[in-house]
């Protein structure tokens, strides 16, 4: 899988889960600073990226996963 189709997973997944709109989700956006998530968010999009990806991401790295490029890179690197 290619960086564009892990992003087209990751932003459909986090369209869905935050109820924003398409266009918010880019590779620099932040999850809690641009796309206003909060802690619970977070952990229910980590749920969904180990679902739709397979394996399990540990709580350390969920912590250095900040931004939507950031879970891309991970995702690619480890699924």
């Known amino acids: 899988m290619n960086q564009d189709e892990v992003f087209a997973k990751v932003k ?3 369209v869905e889960q935050l109820g924003i709109e398409e266009d918010k989700v880019t590779m620099d956006a932040s999850f809690k600073d641009d ?3 909060d802690s619970l968010d977070l952990v229910e999009l ?3 990226f180990e679902e739709e990806f397979g394996g399990e991401i ?3 790295e969920a912590q250095n996963i900040t931004t939507v490029g950031e879970a891309v ?3 690619m690197a480890n699924s």
Do not use: H
């Open 46 to 48: 980590i749920m969904a």
């Open 12 to 14: 459909d997944i986090v």
């Open 35 to 37: 796309l206003e998530a």
């Open 58 to 60: 540990s709580d350390e």
């Open 73 to 75: 890179k991970y995702l």
